[in-house]
């Protein structure tokens, strides 16, 4: 018994090393690569776009392209890349719109807790700006008092895109 515990002890140990520093507790996690040839430059700032239009049909699990966000960051920040150097953005739009909906709409529309609006709220607290598609929204029904407090509300996920990648943004697309 000794021998496991040890043996869990050393396995656990080694993975949070590898690991590094996380920058979004409780989502995001990521696996140690050891010796990558590629890696992000520490000394760099870096503009990502991510464009999110799934979501899982299981109205209680967590949208995995939004936890992606988090995977980045704390991917990243973990190799050693500050995260005041990382300038990020979120577009929702298509079948996403309903992840960030209000914890209330959500609960109403679906008859369970929105299971995105811990993540959400943790993204905004790392300075991850989400863009809501102001079209997508509203061929839902949705009206602006139903969006979440942490996304704003563009013209389209479109504008947004084009907007963003003009400005040097890279596109990261789940589509």
């Given at each position: 018994m000794k021998r496991v515990l040890t043996s869990l002890l050393i396995i656990a140990t080694n993975y949070c090393i590898g690991q590094g520093t996380k920058a979004i507790e409780n989502y995001g996690n990521t696996f140690p690569v050891e010796d990558a040839q590629l890696r992000l430059d520490k000394d760099k700032n870096y503009k990502v776009i991510f464009d999110i239009?799934?979501?899982?049909?299981?109205k209680d699990k967590l949208n995995s392209s939004i936890n992606t966000v988090a995977r980045f960051i704390n991917m990243h920040v973990g190799q050693g890349v500050?995260?005041?150097?990382?300038?990020?953005?979120?577009?929702?739009?298509?079948?996403?719109?309903k992840d960030y909906t209000t914890a209330e709409v959500y609960q109403e529309k679906y008859g369970v807790a929105n299971p995105n609006t811990g993540l959400i709220a943790v993204l905004k607290e790392a300075g991850v700006k989400?863009?809501?598609?102001?079209?997508?929204?509203?061929y839902r029904g949705y009206t602006k008092d139903q969006l979440s407090e942490h996304a704003s509300l563009a013209l389209s996920a479109m504008t947004a895109l084009v907007h963003f990648q003009k400005e040097g943004y890279q596109l990261i697309d789940f589509n």
């Open positions: 239009a799934k979501s899982p049909d299981e500050p995260l005041e150097n990382m300038e990020i953005i979120v577009v929702i739009h298509g079948g996403a719109v989400t863009y809501m598609c102001g079209q997508s929204f509203a």
